[in-house]
């Protein structure tokens, strides 16, 4: 049985660990796999149809613990003990529910002291107690309902019997129907950067780079090594040598060298059977939710995948969600008064929330067809997320998934055609 401690707006764990509120999605599963001899039985839920606007739950079955995250910024919004009977809990390192210690009213006032008149819902027949960032459920039967607005204390039960809290919850601000998950905590950083924001820099629709508005850890005005946020802005465009975005970004997470070309089907046929000596590779910067490929021979930026990291995707958890903003220019057919309809350009920004179905029109031509993608590992060769469709826009390559929504977009730098002089 887990011995967690509760802390008001901010975390529920103990020594080793700890789910804090504002904490990214991958970091609550990185802990759940450390801790897999003591947590076990562990679902996600999320909707497939509608990412973006049901939770996403970590929900721990053996432990009667919920992890809700907020849909959007995939960060951790309420932390909820739905059986109380399946963990020990303590508020400033004394227990208030154990085997031995019933979470009644009388033992939630004793730990965690006054507060407000319970708000008795009628409906759901529950009493609930609501500190600033807690909440706590008492059922109460019908034949006890209060008739005067008066709290919990104004109940009378019978032998002196009091009733015990059926759920705990932990959220930020005073209310839990209004909260949010909180920016980012200084304590969940680690070390590394994180990305507020990735804008494509892209000139007569030719995208030239990316420009990164990073989020890090820093020393800001008040105590000494008191560890603050600080925003800083840095730019890594297509060309600039390793050593440049090292120099800009920090290290990667991870280096992955490329194997094998599979695209090299599509190149003429005396290419097929070329092997090159060296491998291009990737720059991972999972926290930035990118990747940037390099020139194995120049050591020169050749590509960029920014990924969206939609439950249902075959990469999910493995980035942060990369919040990008793509200016597109499209011609829009514009009809005028007593003239003919005319085409004008018209800036079209795409971000990582942009839904497919409603920016195709705009994108593609109606008879272009896209190229199916199926991944598959080397241990299971079968893909449970089903097949992504790839769309070429531009310099750029689109993953839809089946729901519409963009799961990646690769932005690569487009060979140079080199005109030979004929004298």
């Known amino acids: 049985m887990l011995d967690l401690e509760v802390v008001p707006e901010r975390s529920l764990g103990n020594e080793q660990w700890e789910f804090v509120l504002g904490m990214p999605f991958y970091q609550a599963v990185a802990i759940l796999r450390r801790q897999d001899r003591q947590i076990k039985g562990v679902q996600v839920w999320y909707s497939h149809q509608y990412p973006l606007q049901m939770d996403l739950v970590l929900n721990l079955s053996h432990d009667g613990i919920r992890l809700v995250f907020d849909p959007v910024s995939q960060r951790l919004k309420i932390i909820e003990v739905n059986n109380m009977s399946k963990v020990k809990l303590k508020y400033c390192g004394v227990h208030f529910n154990s085997p031995q210690v019933q979470p009644t009213i009388e033992q939630v006032d004793q730990s965690f002291g006054a507060t407000h008149p319970g708000v008795y819902n009628s409906e759901k027949q529950l009493f609930v107690l609501n500190f600033r960032g807690l909440s706590f459920d008492f059922p109460i039967e019908s034949k006890f309902e209060p008739k005067y607005a008066h709290g919990l ?65 820093g020393n800001g005005p008040g105590k000494v090594l008191d560890p603050k946020k600080k925003v800083v802005e840095r730019i890594v465009r297509f060309g600039d040598s390793s050593q440049d975005v090292v120099t800009a970004l920090g290290s990667p997470c991870k280096v992955f060298y490329k194997a094998d070309d599979k695209m090299k089907i599509h190149s003429p046929a005396s290419r097929h059977h070329l092997r090159s000596p060296s491998s291009d590779y990737f720059y991972n910067y999972f926290t930035l939710g990118i990747d940037i490929l390099f020139d194995a021979s120049t050591h020169k930026v050749r590509k960029f995948i920014l990924h969206s990291n939609y439950p249902g995707h075959y990469n999910f ?13 499209v011609e829009v057919t514009k009809s005028k008064k007593k003239k003919k309809s005319q085409t004008e350009d018209e800036e079209v920004i795409i971000t990582s929330y942009s839904k497919w179905d409603t920016i195709q029109d705009f994108l593609i031509k109606p008879e272009q067809q896209p190229v199916i993608l199926n991944r598959s590992s080397s241990t299971n060769t079968s893909n449970p997320f089903g097949s992504t469709f790839c769309f070429s826009v531009q310099d750029m390559i689109f993953e839809v998934m089946q729901n519409q929504h963009v799961a990646s977009v690769t932005i690569y730098q487009p060979k140079v055609k080199v005109k030979l002089d004929p004298s």
Do not use: W
């Not at 209310?175 to 200084?186: A, G, Q």
């Not at 958890?317 to 220019?329: A, D, G, S, T």
């Open 153 to 217: 204390g104004s109940l009378q039960f019978p032998n002196g019997s009091s009733p015990v809290v059926s759920r705990m919850c932990l959220y930020t601000g005073s209310s839990m129907v209004d909260t949010k998950p909180p920016p980012l905590p200084v304590l969940c950083f680690h070390g590394n950067c994180f990305a507020d924001c990735i804008e494509v820099l892209r000139d007569h629709n030719v995208t030239k780079g990316l420009k990164f508005i990073l989020i890090t850890e």
């Open 317 to 329: 958890n493995m980035y942060c969600r990369c919040e990008f903003k793509i200016p597109v220019c």
